[in-house]
């Protein structure tokens, strides 16, 4: 599907599979530092049916083309439901119910399953980002209108990019999620002595409990993750989901055996071992400067395991690889007595009705506010001297 955004300049075209572009022009656009945006990792949850038209995750990305060559990316779906993207619409599906309207399908830009902030709309070197940015947009509306969908919906964007995307006229979202910051630690200890001694007392606490069930734990790293370890991994996932949600999970057996194994050293897995034998993992992506945690996944609970694997081990990894954030994954207030800060994330929306975009303009300006108390009231929370 190819549309005309201005014929001197850019073209427009949406991919119902991004494997209608070579990698090699979709990486060179987007690049390969930041993974989840990799063609390596789109594809692969795509070839694995975890993102299709039957799971609700119909790809439609947009590629920017000037002359024929590709100058700009970015990942597109189309939603039937809203599951799988932390940022909660909910209501505003009920509301379009109430209003006689269909709220799907609407229109998601995002990383699936993955509420980590970063690069949406990626750029080419040397061209203009904010022309790309109003050709996507009019690009995006067009489809919209001519598809009757109700809504796009752009999640966990970088903080300079939503604000360009207010100022176009998106309403704009704000939420809070826990991250741990690097101040140039030289091993875990370093960061402890920023505690006070209560904190730093019951962190410790914390760990020594896992050594004394007799737990290990071991940070394997790409081609050091065997196909045993991906296996036995995806067995503690689909665990960890049932018991949470009472089903196997959003992601399949050959993304974890296939995709996430291919991607080489920006995957990083925690074992933890009983007796020489796994009964609990954690799973992180990485990029030059921050590590991604993403799934954790275990046999049975041990007490304090899930901080270890999910939040000592990074923080550990991070110091020894000098990278410079940890972002955890969405949610979770347990994380500020365990020095992740508080700070605000962002999503941008446009809505195709004026009624009902005038009634979500109002809501996301009060919750603006009242995250943004949230967040201070949450830093007063944190453990440091």
């Not at 209608?20 to 022009?25: F, G, K, L, M």
């Not at 001519?146 to 207010?166: A, G």
């Not at 209560?198 to 940070?219: D, G, M, P, Y």
């Amino acid at each position: 599907m190819t549309n005309t955004i201005n014929p001197a300049t850019l073209t427009a075209e949406f991919l119902t599979s991004i494997d209608q572009i070579p990698a090699a022009q979709w990486d060179g656009v987007a690049g390969t530092d930041y993974p989840f945006l990799r063609h390596t990792f789109l594809y692969g949850l795509e070839k694995t049916d975890c993102t299709t038209a039957a799971t609700g995750w119909q790809p439609c990305h947009l590629l920017l083309r000037r002359g024929g060559v590709p100058v700009a990316v970015m990942p597109l779906y189309l939603k039937s439901h809203s599951y799988g993207e932390y940022v909660f619409d909910w209501s505003w599906a009920d509301a379009w119910r109430q209003s006689g309207l269909d709220y799907y399908p609407k229109l998601l830009t995002a990383i699936p399953f993955t509420p980590a902030t970063g690069p949406r709309l990626c750029v080419a070197t040397g061209i203009d980002e904010n022309e790309c940015l109003h050709a996507a947009i009019a690009a995006v509306k067009d489809l919209a209108t001519r598809r009757n969908i109700s809504s796009w919906h752009l999640l966990f964007p970088t903080e300079s990019v939503s604000e360009k995307l207010l100022e176009a006229g998106l309403h704009r979202r704000a939420a809070t999620q826990f991250h741990w910051f690097n101040n140039d630690y030289q091993c875990f200890d370093d960061f402890l002595a920023t505690f006070n001694s209560r904190k730093r007392k019951s962190l410790n606490r914390e760990r020594r409990r896992v050594a004394e069930q007799s737990i290990t734990l071991k940070t394997l790293t790409g081609a050091g993750i065997g196909r045993e370890d991906w296996e036995q991994f995806y067995h503690f996932y689909q665990l960890t989901y049932a018991k949470r949600s009472g089903h196997g999970g959003y992601l399949s057996r050959a993304f974890f055996v296939d995709t996430a194994a291919s991607m080489g050293d920006q995957v990083v897995m925690v074992l933890a071992c009983l007796d020489d034998r796994a009964v609990a993992g954690a799973l992180y992506f990485r990029s030059s400067d921050t590590l991604y945690g993403r799934y954790w996944g275990c046999e049975r609970e041990y007490d304090c395991l899930h901080f270890e694997a999910c939040y000592y081990q990074g923080i550990e990894y991070c110091i020894a690889n000098k990278l410079q954030r940890f972002d955890p994954g969405a949610q979770g207030e347990h994380k500020i007595q365990r020095g992740f800060r508080p700070i605000t994330t962002w999503s941008n929306h446009w809505i195709a009705d004026p009624q009902l975009s005038a009634a979500v303009g109002d809501f996301t300006r009060r919750e603006a506010l009242h995250n943004e108390q949230y967040r201070q009231a949450a830093s007063g929370m944190l453990p440091f001297k």
